[in-house]
């Protein structure tokens, strides 16, 4: 069992920076890969960035790349999601997992373990 803790959400106005923690506990995450999702009111949830224990591989959705950015501290056992030039259409519930397989994926049924989310909100 892994559990998965956000913070960091909040409300934002557009152009502003968040960052967002994941705190993992359980299992170490050194050896997985990890991501965030989000989830608009009516949507289906959806991958927004995920990496692996090295970090050297890194995924991000096209509708956020070059605004987000992925990071972890093994050591904290800790993920990052720093999110700047934040658009209202970033409004979402985010969600951290984790995926104990060794591959990458970004399809939220490959993920085995879920934090709660936290609310981002980002008014125009």
């Known amino acids: 069992q892994v559990q998965l803790v956000e913070s960091g959400g909040g409300l934002v106005q557009a152009g502003g920076s968040l960052r967002l923690s994941c705190a993992a506990s359980?299992?170490?995450?050194?050896?997985?890969?990890m991501g965030w999702f989000r989830q608009a009111p009516g949507k289906e949830r959806e991958f927004v960035a995920a990496?692996?224990?090295?970090?050297?591989?890194?995924y991000y959705a096209d509708s956020v790349k070059g605004r987000f950015t992925i990071s972890r501290d093994n050591a904290k056992n800790t993920v990052y999601l720093q999110m700047n030039s934040l658009k209202p259409e970033d409004t979402a519930v985010y969600y951290c997992?984790?995926?104990?397989?060794?591959?990458?994926?970004?399809?939220?049924?490959?993920?085995?373990?879920w934090g709660k989310g936290t609310q981002i909100t980002v008014s125009s």
């Open positions: 990496n692996r224990w090295s970090g050297g591989s890194t």
């Open positions: 359980g299992r170490t995450i050194r050896s997985y890969a």
């Open positions: 997992a984790v995926r104990l397989g060794a591959t990458m994926s970004m399809a939220v049924r490959d993920y085995d373990f």
